[in-house]
């Protein structure tokens, strides 16, 4: 975990761990619930007050009133309490209020304006705050989210992967596509990173899975909907544990560490390592080459007026290349990312070349 986490001022245990119903519904839910999650663990309760609804007419959540009964609910059991803001208005009733930390959904990252105007807002003042994950896999943008608010002079920052809105993506409400977190975490290695497997899964049996793979990726915590009757919740009922769910799944997750082990397992690692240093260098030769004879292909079309692309070739190579790869265990969907990478490099050169004119 990284150590900034642990000097935010709230409590740390096993991890950064966030938990709480999608929205505030009464006192008596917050209250209770607070209660239910207070027996240890919890960094802060999570309630959503201004709720961000695809189509209106669906609960928006309870305003301001949300807030008090948050604060009743610290104040009854010393939990740290967090909610959403979207705009100035939100993140000042919850400076009013006091609260201990504060989150950017991910209709608001998406948008750089409200990003920057919530920064605005908190220009001056020494609150924690997460970042959601804009609705798209577009690292930059969530970089520059997190970068808007750092410019206002916020150090306590971390983010937060709750997946991405895909219309391939059938298993989740939001795909998990770990490749973009963890190029976040690559770019800006000191920002905690939290993963929000509640969003992602969009229903209670995937979460358990999705948190473990979190951990297993070095994730520093999680936020997670917890709700005392999630069938009844007003919102995203399919996806809210109950808060003896919600313990038992904590129990049972394993957290790794990034560094450890004994000699003898550092020696085989270093060894296998090495070996994939090796394997990484010839793959890197090899694409060189093929980029070469991309090249001069891309020559011979041009001479010819023959179009870059050939969709018939094209169709040809990812069914010989997804055949042979998966004949050597490969996945389908790897060989598949692969061949589209080298085949989108591949246009560009030949395209460079086309333009350019040839040297
Ligand atoms: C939420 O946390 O309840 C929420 C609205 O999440 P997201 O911004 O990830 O959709
Ligand atoms: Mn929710």
Same mark, same amino acid.
């Given at each position: 975990?990284?150590?900034?986490?642990?000097?935010?001022?709230?409590?740390?245990?096993?991890?950064?761990?966030?938990?709480?119903?999608?929205?505030?519904?009464?006192?008596?839910?917050?209250?209770?619930?607070?209660?239910?999650?207070? =027996?240890?663990?919890?960094?802060?309760?999570?309630?959503?007050?201004?709720?961000?609804?695809?189509?209106?007419?669906?609960?928006? *959540?309870?305003?301001?009133?949300?807030?008090?009964?948050?604060?009743?609910a610290?104040?009854?059991?010393?939990?740290?309490i967090?909610?959403e803001?979207?705009d100035?208005?939100?993140?000042?009733?919850?400076?009013t209020?006091?609260?201990?930390?504060?989150?950017?959904?991910?209709?608001?990252?998406?948008?750089?304006?409200?990003?920057?105007?919530?920064a605005?807002?908190?220009?001056?003042?020494?609150?924690?705050?997460?970042?959601?994950?804009?609705?798209?896999?577009?690292?930059?943008?969530?970089? *520059?989210?997190?970068?808007?608010?750092?410019?206002?002079?916020?150090?306590?920052?971390g983010?937060?992967?709750?997946?991405?809105?895909?219309?391939?993506?059938? =298993?989740?409400?939001?795909?998990?596509?770990?490749?973009?977190?963890? /190029?976040?975490?690559?770019?800006?290695?000191?920002?905690?990173?939290?993963?929000?497997?509640?969003?992602?899964?969009?229903?209670?049996?995937?979460?358990?899975?999705?948190?473990?793979?979190?951990?297993?990726?070095?994730?520093?915590?999680l936020?997670?909907?917890?709700?005392l009757?999630?069938?009844?919740?007003?919102?995203?009922?399919?996806?809210?544990?109950t808060?003896a769910?919600?313990?038992?799944?904590?129990?049972?997750?394993?957290?790794?560490? /990034?560094?450890? *082990?004994?000699?003898?397992?550092?020696?085989?690692?270093?060894?296998l390592?090495?070996?994939?240093?090796?394997?990484?260098?010839?793959?890197?030769?090899?694409?060189?080459? =093929?980029?070469?004879?991309?090249?001069?292909?891309?020559?011979?079309?041009?001479?010819?007026?023959?179009?870059?692309?050939?969709p018939?070739?094209?169709?040809?190579i990812?069914r010989d290349?997804v055949?042979?790869?998966?004949?050597?265990d490969?996945?389908?969907?790897?060989?598949?990312?692969?061949?589209?990478?080298?085949?989108?490099?591949a246009?560009?050169?030949?395209?460079?070349?086309?333009?350019?004119?040839?040297?």
């Open positions: 975990m990284k150590t900034n986490i642990k000097e935010w001022g709230l409590p740390v245990d096993r991890m950064f761990l966030v938990a709480g119903p999608c929205s505030a519904e009464s006192e008596e839910q917050v209250v209770s619930t607070a209660r239910a999650l207070a =027996r240890g663990g919890v960094s802060f309760m999570r309630a959503g007050i201004w709720k961000p609804r695809t189509r209106p007419g669906s609960f928006e *959540g309870v305003g301001e009133a949300g807030l008090e009964w948050m604060v009743k610290r104040e009854a059991t010393g939990l740290k967090g909610t803001v979207a100035p208005s939100h993140v000042e009733a919850c400076l209020h006091n609260l201990d930390i504060l989150w950017v959904g991910a209709r608001t990252s998406t948008n750089p304006f409200s990003m920057q105007a919530i605005d807002a908190l220009q001056g003042v020494d609150i924690p705050v997460l970042v959601k994950n804009p609705m798209s896999a577009d690292v930059g943008l969530w970089i *520059g989210a997190i970068e808007r608010l750092a410019n206002a002079g916020l150090t306590r920052l983010a937060i992967h709750r997946g991405f809105s895909s219309k391939l993506e059938m =298993r989740y409400r939001n795909a998990p596509n770990w490749k973009a977190p963890i /190029e976040l975490m690559r770019r800006m290695p000191d920002i905690p990173m939290l993963c929000d497997p509640s969003h992602i899964c969009g229903r209670r049996d995937l979460i358990p899975a999705i948190a473990q793979e979190a951990l297993d990726l070095l994730f520093d915590g936020m997670l909907e917890v709700h009757d999630p069938d009844h919740a007003l919102s995203d009922a399919a996806q809210q544990l808060p769910c919600f313990f038992e799944l904590i129990a049972t997750l394993n957290l790794p560490h /990034e560094q450890g *082990g004994d000699s003898a397992f550092a020696q085989s690692l270093s060894a390592r090495e070996e994939v240093d090796d394997l990484d260098e010839r793959l890197l030769k090899l694409l060189s080459e =093929r980029m070469d004879i991309v090249r001069k292909m891309g020559e011979l079309k041009v001479a010819q007026n023959v179009s870059t692309f050939q018939h070739r094209w169709q040809e990812v290349r055949r042979k790869g998966t004949a050597l490969l996945s389908e969907h790897v060989v598949m990312e692969i061949m589209q990478s080298i085949h989108e490099e246009i560009r050169q030949q395209e460079i070349r086309r333009v350019n004119g040839v040297e």
